[in-house]
């Protein structure tokens, strides 16, 4: 109906010599408003010196509309244009929903647009905490949505198993292993004090018994031993929740296939490093950033800024047309330097989506929960998983906006009621279920959809929350491309809530299952689009649709 109103306008506002180009259609706040409304009328007033009612007054009476789907047209306050469509229409459309199914809402393939999304990338140095869950959980359904809107995607994980935080972790291990051989040995400063470490340290010491107390100077082997342990936990994790990744990049590759030193010569072929007290300069001045940045070390050791810009060439080097990074919002200083340092390269960074989700606290009633990993009391996301199950974790992480901090109710994530909204919406998939197992009990068979569509017609589909909860459900596809292209889940976890709404509304309204066997085959029907719909959704969410609660 979008793209039908579309073009009509458009071909009204080319026959009064108007531009067409900036026709924007809006859902009106306020339902009796219509359907659809468009401000194009303000927005070209003064481009055409008229006053905005006056243009709209214009484009509506060159309008060529057929009754049939648009039953009402007005103008209203300084020149909105109103839009009412005709239920036969509605209704009509409608039907493709239960055609299309599991696929209501997918779009087709956008041609060869290749998209690299990367998130968790957490460095292996102990389990998730339960505060990697937000970036675990918006990550996936980012992927998911991009993958629906059409985009062909590769999930990716980078991770750093070198550096002075892997040093630490090796050393913590031995500190731990020396201890169990009954020694007073002194624990590292800054060093992770969780009782993994002393777990890792148990299993090298059951391996190896006390053989390595002077053998691994470097502490090489432990925090080898430790780096797979630790990467395991973070697998195994993430496949708890369903969240999976196409490839597992390792930073240290970048070094030993050389990649970090052509990205330095490079930057001297253009002029942009330079080196400084026997340190290596990138001239980011030159790239209109407020001072030059160190990428190498005088110690020879790079900074993070090398090896990220390293990384992310490698990405468009791989064939990637959308690359997207999410980050918590400690990295938020980072990001400039390395998109500068990316375009200097000769790519566009206009390509580059960088998400920053801020940070989550838990509670649990009145008590703050806390979480660091080298701290000894960390609540983990495995422990949040068995507090309050996966569809809790995914739904919860994801029903606010990525920029704005996040408390997470553990209590309320629990809590079995309609306050719940996980809860809420999983509960209508659920009736929804029992519906049509009553109605297979009595004879019908609910899967035919050709039977359940014979009487889906607007004579028979017309008392109001029917209607409404059909535009609803409508507007399906578009809400999952509004939420692709505005990277916000979170909008969809909204749009599932209005639909399981707008369900029991017409439930508590209407008897599905009754004498009228036309009535009950569109019911059911409808019965089905909402089931389908809801599945879809929770299914990008990665939220369990159960057909029983």
């Known amino acids: 109906m979008k793209n039908y109103l579309l073009e009509a306008v458009r071909e009204s506002l080319r026959s009064l010599n108007y531009s067409a180009e900036n026709v924007i259609f809006d859902k009106p706040k306020i339902a009796a408003h219509g359907d659809l409304t468009t401000n194009v009328a303000m927005i070209l007033a003064k481009s055409v010196g008229k006053n905005p009612r006056d243009v709209a007054q214009a484009i509506v009476r060159n309008l060529k509309l057929d009754p049939q789907r648009v039953t009402a047209v007005e103008i209203a306050g300084p020149g909105f244009i109103n839009f009412r469509f005709a239920s036969v229409s509605v209704v009509e459309e409608s039907k493709k929903i239960l055609r299309e199914g599991m696929n209501f809402g997918k779009a087709s393939a956008v041609e060869k647009v290749k998209a690299n999304v990367e998130w968790v990338s957490a460095n292996p140095t102990g389990p998730l905490h ?77 391996d190896k018994g006390d053989s390595l107390c002077e053998t691994d100077p470097e502490r090489n082997y432990f925090r080898k031993r430790g780096e797979e342990w630790c990467f395991a936990s973070i697998r195994k994790t993430l496949g708890r929740l369903g969240v999976h990744h196409d490839v597992f ?140 199950g996966s569809d809790a974790v995914h739904y919860f992480f994801v029903m606010r906006s990525a920029n704005t901090h996040l408390e997470f109710d553990i209590e309320l994530a629990k809590e079995q009621s309609e306050k719940n909204p996980v809860y809420y919406l999983q509960y209508a998939h659920a009736r929804i279920a029992s519906i049509l197992r009553f109605a297979q009990e009595q004879g019908i068979n609910v899967e035919d959809s050709a039977l359940l569509l014979s009487t889906f017609n607007s004579e028979i589909v017309k008392e109001k929350e029917e209607v409404d909860l059909v535009k609803l459900l409508l507007d399906f596809p578009e809400i999952i491309q509004n939420c692709a292209s505005s990277y916000e889940p979170h909008r969809l976890t909204t749009y599932l809530r209005e639909v399981a709404e707008a369900f029991h509304r017409f439930y508590h309204e209407h008897r599905v299952v009754g004498d009228n066997k036309n009535l009950m085959l569109a019911r059911l029907a409808l019965c089905r689009m909402t089931k389908t719909v809801i599945a879809n959704g929770c299914m990008i969410l990665g939220v369990s649709a159960p057909e029983k609660m």
């Open 130 to 206: 339960s505060g990697h869950g937000r970036q675990v959980i918006l990550g996936a359904a980012i992927a998911n949505l991009l993958e629906w809107a059409g985009y062909d995607v590769t999930r990716e994980y980078y991770f750093n198993n070198a550096g002075n935080q892997m040093r630490k972790l090796g050393e913590s291990i031995y500190a731990r292993y020396r201890q169990l051989l009954g020694e007073d040995y002194p624990f590292p400063e800054e060093g992770y004090q969780g009782d993994y470490i002393r777990e890792i340290a148990k299993e090298i010491f059951e």
């Open 249 to 388: 990049y390792n930073e240290d590759s970048l070094y030993t296939s050389g990649k970090i030193n052509e990205v330095i010569e490079e930057f001297r072929k253009r002029n942009l490093a330079y080196d400084h007290e026997g340190a290596v300069w990138l001239r980011a001045t030159a790239l209109g950033l407020d001072k030059d940045r160190v990428i190498v070390k005088s110690t020879g050791e790079p900074t993070y800024r090398l090896p990220d810009i390293a990384y992310h060439r490698e990405k468009f080097r791989r064939g990637f047309d959308l690359v997207v990074d999410i980050f918590g919002a400690d990295h938020i200083a980072t990001i400039p330097d390395v998109l500068a340092g990316v375009k200097a390269l000769g790519f566009n960074t206009d390509n580059v989506k960088v998400i920053i989700h801020q940070m989550v606290s838990f509670v649990s009633g009145d008590e703050v929960v806390k979480m660091s990993k080298r701290n000894a009391k960390v609540y983990t996301l495995d422990e949040l998983i068995d507090e309050v």
